[in-house]
Each structure stands twice: as C-alpha cells, then as structure tokens.
C-alpha cells in the first residue's frame, strides 16, 4: 500500500465533492455538471479505500462494480448499494446528451450521498490511519 497515493485519491475525491458544492452556489446551476462531480468523487472514495488495501482499481467508472469490490474486503459496504445505484447514473452518460433529467432534489441527494460515503466509517478511517 502507498500511503501518499490513498492521500492523493481522497484529495482528489474532496476537489471534486467541493467542486459541487461550489457548482451548486452558482447563480446557474448545472444540474448534470454537479451530479457527475458527485459520482467523479464516490469514485474516488472508494478506490482510495481499494489502494489502501493493496487493491489496484479497475480502470471503471461503475461505482456498483467498484462498491462490490470494497464490499468484498468489507460488508459494511452493502450498505451503500442504493447509494452507489442512484450515483452511477450520473458516472459518465450523463456528460452525453439526453441521457436523464436531473432535478435540484437530484443534486441535493447526490451531494448527501457523497458525503456519506466521505463519513462512511472505514472511508474515514483511512484519513486518521494515514
């Protein structure tokens, strides 16, 4: 495991999860833009929990795939499946025309969800480990 590369995922994911919030103060919000940063950030999340446990991630951006594989190290992930269900969509079609609709109660859910996944016990746990 390298320490300085978990680190480097989860200041990542950070900048993305700040990114919209920042994007959702805008006087124009871009529903699809924040939603996708939200995923762009579980993404990140979870592969920085995958590294830390000497995991090298798949080059993918299906956070149900990914969340399987931490679920795989800990069950305590089943517990963000419906999480991980309603981000994925927002994973990479969305930057695509007329893939889905997004709503502002989409954007505030997708914001929550992140930052669960940001507080999620052993996602947490890796910024005090390290």
Not at 14 to 26: F, P, V
Not at 75 to 97: G, V, W
Request: with cysteine.
């Amino acid at each position: 495991m390298n320490n300085e590369e978990v680190m480097e995922w989860l200041a990542i994911a950070d900048s993305d999860l700040d990114s919209a919030k920042i994007l959702n103060e805008a006087v124009r919000r871009h529903f699809e833009v924040i939603c996708y940063h939200c995923a762009q950030a579980a993404e990140k999340y979870l592969k920085a929990f995958l590294i830390y446990h000497d995991i090298l991630p798949e080059k993918t951006h299906d956070l149900i795939k990914i969340n399987k594989y931490c679920a795989g190290i800990d069950n305590a992930f089943q517990s963000l499946k419906t999480i991980c269900d309603f981000l994925n969509r927002f994973a990479n079609d969305i930057r695509y025309p007329n893939k889905y609709e997004v709503t502002d109660s989409d954007v505030n859910f997708a914001i929550d969800a992140v930052e669960k996944i940001r507080n999620f016990k052993p996602v947490a746990d890796l910024r005090n480990i390290l």
